[in-house]
């Protein structure tokens, strides 16, 4: 009897989902909990595992469409199958036909197709021995002066009229675009990222850090770090307990309005921005204050390689009370984060580049990096957030005083 494969509960207030990616197609073998399918919250995405050893009969819900939780999305029939696919049978009466390699084709350049047009010739006349098997004009002159025209006299070739520097590339006469439903993941980033922006009062505040002392810490650390506690001493451990220090100094930063209230927390759960298998998700590091530099990286790591995956779980992305978010992973020079509602601040890195500075009336060379504080202002004044930053930035320049607590 076959056995159903329907939409499990995936978090607290969900009620639909998107189906994903199928891992098996229809007629597969399957094994007891192998990954089926993924299902995508507005949260996370999810694998569901099969529930029982067998073949997947059938697929009742496709890739992008909608089901609701408890909805029925495909059977699978219990007992071992071979998990090949049935080879396909042609129709009844129609000849069988090997399979024909589609023939090569040159691409032909601008210079090329000009020559080509003057001396009457098809591309496939003439051998290409451009990079990629490109028909080059060259290719076309060789060709003329090695063969030429039927009926045209012995003597010396024509010269060949110059071609023009930039010739139009050919109108193909396809412009296509592609309507893609959104994730629901993605949808929920759009609708938070517009509430924080229609209901919060946004505004950012930049500095700038010398990085060179953290820079020759975990230069002196790298190998020491690692070979204890097997995870790299990165930058993020550092920036999570300067703004943990920056919040306990001014903990407006670490509140957030609730109706009418200013609401104070006296812990501090930070939330690390990581690229995923489907965005940006934002994981959650509970009770941040409490954590050393080892553990905060051990867990960004983890976070990211789960996040890569998709298996991170609904639960660790809920909550969270400030963000950090290093942009400079991918290249960002600058920019102005946006808050993750009902959150009051976030931090903002981005990429470290040597600049010229002053220090101590000379010019020198510094590993510099830009960071950003984007707070709601309706909580946070202009002279606690610019302190903030100045002190995330002065504990950063010396990071001895973290090490030592002081």
């Known amino acids: 009897m076959p056995v159903e ?3 499990p509960e995936v978090g607290e207030s969900i009620t639909e989902v ?14 007891r909990d192998e990954a089926l399918v993924e299902i995508e919250s507005d949260k996370a995405t999810l694998e569901l595992p099969a529930p029982v050893s067998g073949t997947l009969s059938q697929v009742l819900k496709k890739k992008g469409e909608s089901a609701k939780v408890g909805d029925l999305i495909a059977t699978i029939g219990e007992g071992k199958a071979d998990g090949k696919p049935a080879a396909a049978k042609p129709a009844a009466g129609a000849p069988a036909k090997a399979a024909q390699p589609a023939p090569a084709a040159a691409r032909v350049m601008p210079a090329a197709r000009r020559a080509l047009a003057e001396q009457g010739l098809a591309a496939e006349d003439v051998t290409p021995t451009g990079p990629g098997g490109r028909l080059l004009k060259e290719d076309v002159l060789e060709h ?13 070739a024509k010269p060949a009229i110059p071609a023009p520097l930039w010739t139009p590339p050919p109108d193909t006469g396809e412009r296509i675009e592609e309507a893609v439903p959104m994730s629901p993941m993605r949808l929920r980033i759009a609708q938070r990222l517009k509430e924080a922006q229609n209901t919060a009062a946004l505004l950012t505040t930049f500095n700038e850090i010398d990085m060179t002392q953290v820079i020759a810490v975990r230069e002196e650390l790298r190998e020491a770090f690692q070979e204890r506690f097997g995870v790299k001493l990165g930058f993020m451990s550092f920036f999570v307990k300067a703004a943990i220090d920056a919040l306990m100094k001014f903990p407006q930063v670490n509140a957030e309005i609730r ?16 690229g995923g298998g489907k965005g940006l998700v934002v994981p959650v590091l509970r009770g941040a204050e409490r954590l050393s530099f080892a553990d905060i990286e051990l867990q960004i790591a983890d976070f990211g390689a789960r996040a890569r995956d998709n298996k991170l779980h609904l639960d660790e992305l809920k909550g969270g009370t400030f963000t ?6 991918y290249g960002s020079l600058l920019s102005t984060p946006i808050i993750n509602p009902p959150q009051s601040g976030i931090l903002g890195l981005h990429a470290i580049q040597k600049r010229p500075v002053v220090v101590d009336d000379q010019i020198v060379i510094r590993s510099m990096m830009y960071v950003a504080l984007t707070y709601d202002h309706r909580i946070v004044d202009g002279r606690e957030s610019v302190a903030f930053l100045k002190h995330v930035k002065d504990l950063v320049e010396r990071p001895t005083r973290m090490l ?3």
Request: aromatic share 8%; no cysteine.
């Open 5 to 7: 494969l329907r939409v």
């Open 18 to 31: 998107q189906i994903g990616a199928w891992l098996k197609n229809e007629g597969d073998a399957v094994e």
């Open 144 to 156: 003329m002066t090695r063969k030429p025209a039927p009926g045209a006299s012995a003597g010396p």
């Open 259 to 274: 109706d009418k209230d200013i609401v104070y927390r006296n812990f501090y759960d930070v939330g690390i921005a990581v």
């Open 324 to 329: 950090v978010s290093n942009g400079g992973v």
């Open 404 to 406: 030592l607590g002081i």
